[in-house]
């Protein structure tokens, strides 16, 4: 079982800034890929941007150019730098964790973190 715990999000004026932090209860390197995804009010959860093991990010056409996903191995912890920050970006920021085993995929959740942002 994988616990992941989010945090860093918050109120922000358009334009504004934020990183959000991803911490995995497991070694990060034993993971295949980890994510962020959003859910806004009355719309499905949407991928926002994931990182392989291997650090080959990819991101949704929405946010290219303004957000950046990181991970550190070390900290067992994944970043999701977010800059130009528009009103349309205010959702809960979920922290995912993807691990292929018996050639099976298994997803593990956090329990979001709410970005608002303020026009």
Request: charged share 15%; proline share 2%; net charge positive.
């Amino acid at each position: 079982q994988v616990q992941l715990v989010e945090s860093g999000g918050g109120l922000v004026q358009a334009g504004g800034s934020l990183r959000l932090s991803c911490a995995a209860s497991i070694n990060t390197n034993s993971l295949n890929a980890m994510g962020w995804y959003r859910q806004a009010p009355g719309k499905q959860r949407e991928l926002v941007a994931t990182i392989t093991n291997g650090g080959s990010a990819n991101y949704a056409d929405s946010v290219k150019g303004r957000f950046t996903i990181s991970r550190d191995n070390a900290k067992n912890t994944v970043y999701l730098q977010i800059n130009s920050l528009k009103p349309e970006d205010t959702a809960v920021y979920y922290c995912a964790a993807h691990k292929i085993r018996g050639g099976v995929m298994y997803d593990y959740w956090g329990q979001g973190t709410q970005v608002t942002v303020s026009s």
